[in-house]
C-alpha cells in the first residue's frame, strides 16, 4: 500500500479588504461595491485552496479567524487599518500578505505589518508565492516582472462575496491600464500605460454569473471603457445579448459621436461616469482643451442626455485655481444641467501620483494620516482658499446636493431609468447628510458666506 502523500497541500486563506477609518461615506452603502481585486486574487490561486473574504464595510473581522494564510488589500485611505490587522494576524503567528495600491507605492511601509508584500498586480506571482508557501520559504516581497496578461485571465471568484455585494450591482473589469498622466491618479502607475483587454469568453462568463446571481445593473470599472471604439462596439454587442443595463467610464468626447451615444444607448448603457474634475473654472487644468468653456461643457452634457444616457458627474474641488466661488459655480452647473448621479471629492494627493511628489516638494502636505486620504478630507494646504474654507464648501456642497428638494428638482422624471437615478441619489442622502453635520463648523460657513461662496 502506497501512503505516500500529495506534496500539494490544501490551504485556508483569509481575503479582508479592510473598513476606511476616516470616511462614513464608504462604510454605509447598504450594497457595497461588488469588489473586484480580492475575487480576482482568489481566481489565480489552487483550486484546492479555501477562501473566506471579508468586506469590513460589511462585518467586521473578528481577530480570531482561523487560516493558513491572511491576505489583505490596501488603498490608501484603508493603509492604517490594513496595517493594523496585518499585526493582529502576525502577532497570532499567522501568515500575513499585503498587497495592492498603497502596498504597490510604499513596499517599505507596508513590509513592516507583513510577512511578504505584493507589489503590482499578483496574479503573476502568486503561484510562486504558492510554492514558497508550501515549502515553508516565503520571501519579503513578490513583483511580477511584467504585467498580467488579461487575455488568460480566469473569471473573479463572485461567489466569495455577500448576497449584498451582488443584489444591486456586478462589477465588470474588460481592460486594465491608463495612456493618460493626470497627475492626481496613480492608475498608470500601479497598471501601466498600455491598456490590456480580457478575452470575450472570460466577459460571457463574468455576465453569466451576474445573471445567476441576478444582480439588477453592472458597472465597468475600466478607467474610459469609450476610449477604443471598436473593442467597446465588440463588449457592447455582448452586453446586448445578455440583457443587462451597465453603466462605465467615458468622457465628454464621447458626445461629439452621436451614433455611438445611441449604439451605446441600445447596448444598455443607462448612464456614463465623467470626471468633470475642475472643467468648469476658466483657465482651469483641463484634459481637452475644447472643454475649456463651460458652454462646450453643457452642450455636451445636453447631447449625452438627449441620447438617453445619464451622466454621473465626478467633480474635484481644491485645485490651485479654487476659490470660495468654486462650489455655489459647480452645483449651479449641476442642478442646471440635471446631472442625475453625483460623485464630489476633495483634491487628494496619494502617494505613487506627481500631486503628491509636489505638494510634498511644496511643504503643503498638512499630515501623513492615510485615513483621512479618502478624497472628503482635507490633506494638504491649498491656495485660493483656507484648508478649513475647503473643508466647509465641500461640506455646504453635498449637504445641499443631497436635501431631497433639491434632488427632485435635479432629476427630471421625464428620462430613461429615472427610478433609477432616484435611488441611487437617495442611498447617499442620509451618508451625506450626516457626515456634512458631523463636521459643520458655523463660523467657517459664515465666512465662506461673506466671501460670496456657497451662495445659489
Ligand atoms: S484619472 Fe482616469 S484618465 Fe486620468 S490617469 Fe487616472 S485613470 Fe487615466
Request: hydrophobic letters at 40%; aromatic letters at 10%.
Amino acid at each position: 500500500m502506497c501512503i505516500c502523500k500529495s506534496s500539494k497541500q490544501t490551504k485556508k486563506v483569509l481575503l479582508i479588504f479592510p473598513r476606511t477609518q476616516g470616511s462614513q461615506v464608504f462604510n454605509d452603502a447598504g450594497f457595497p461595491f461588488p469588489l473586484l481585486g480580492l475575487t480576482q486574487l482568489a481566481a489565480a490561486f489552487p483550486e484546492r485552496y479555501k477562501f473566506t473574504l471579508i468586506d469590513e464595510s460589511v462585518r467586521p473581522v473578528s481577530g480570531a479567524e482561523d487560516a493558513d494564510l491572511v491576505c489583505i488589500t490596501t488603498m490608501t485611505a484603508t493603509a492604517n487599518r490594513a496595517y493594523e490587522l496585518g499585526d493582529l494576524y502576525l502577532q497570532r503567528g499567522l501568515t500575513v500578505i499585503i498587497g495592492g495600491a498603497h502596498a504597490t507605492v510604499l513596499p517599505d511601509e507596508a513590509a513592516q505589518h507583513a510577512t511578504s508584500v505584493v507589489i503590482g498586480e499578483a496574479e503573476n506571482v502568486i503561484s510562486e508565492l504558492v510554492d514558497d508557501l508550501e515549502a515553508g520559504t516565503l520571501k519579503p516581497r513578490y513583483k511580477a516582472s511584467e504585467y498580467t496578461s488579461l487575455s488568460t485571465l480566469s473569471p473573479p471568484r463572485v461567489d466569495l462575496l455577500s448576497w449584498r455585494h451582488r443584489l444591486f450591482l456586478a462589477s465588470l473589469q474588460t481592460t486594465r491600464g491608463c495612456p493618460n498622466h493626470c497627475d492626481f491618479c496613480s492608475v498608470p502607475q500601479v497598471f501601466g500605460r498600455r491598456l490590456r483587454q480580457k478575452s470575450i469568453e472570460t466577459i460571457k462568463r463574468e455576465l453569466q454569473t451576474a445573471k445567476k446571481y441576478r444582480s439588477r445593473y453592472m458597472f465597468v470599472v475600466d478607467d474610459n471603457f469609450t476610449a477604443n471604439r471598436a473593442s467597446a462596439r465588440e463588449l457592447m454587442a455582448v452586453f446586448k445579448f445578455y440583457g443587462m443595463p451597465w453603466m462605465g467610464f467615458s468622457t465628454l468626447a464621447t458626445a461629439e459621436d452621436p451614433l455611438f451615444l445611441r449604439e451605446l444607448r441600445d447596448s444598455g448603457c443607462i448612464s456614463l461616469f465623467i470626471g468633470f474634475e475642475s472643467l468648469l473654472q476658466p483657465g482651469a487644468f483641463v484634459k481637452n482643451k475644447k472643454y475649456a468653456d463651460p458652454a462646450a461643457v453643457a452642450g455636451a452634457v445636453k447631447t449625452i442626455h438627449a441620447a438617453g444616457i445619464g451622466i454621473q458627474g465626478s467633480f474635484i474641488f481644491g485645485f490651485d485655481h479654487d476659490t470660495v466661488a468654486v462650489f455655489a459655480s459647480v452645483v449651479q452647473f449641476i442642478q442646471e444641467n440635471e446631472i442625475e448621479v453625483l460623485n464630489m471629492n476633495i483634491l487628494t494627493p496619494f502617494p505613487g501620483t506627481k500631486l503628491y511628489d509636489r505638494f510634498e516638494a511644496e511643504g503643503r502636505l498638512i499630515h501623513h494620516d492615510w485615513s483621512q486620504y479618502d478624497m472628503n478630507h482635507v490633506v494638504f494646504t491649498p491656495t485660493g482658499i483656507t484648508a478649513e474654507e475647503l473643508m466647509q464648501g465641500y461640506l455646504w456642497t453635498i449637504k445641499y446636493l443631497a436635501s431631497p428638494t433639491i434632488i427632485l428638482k435635479r432629476l427630471s422624471w421625464r428620462r430613461p431609468h429615472y427610478t433609477y437615478f432616484l435611488t441611487a441619489n437617495f442611498a447617499m442622502h442620509r451618508a451625506h447628510t450626516r457626515m456634512a453635520n458631523s463636521r459643520w463648523n458655523k463660523e467657517v460657513q459664515t465666512q465662506i458666506e461673506a466671501k460670496g461662496g456657497c451662495l445659489i
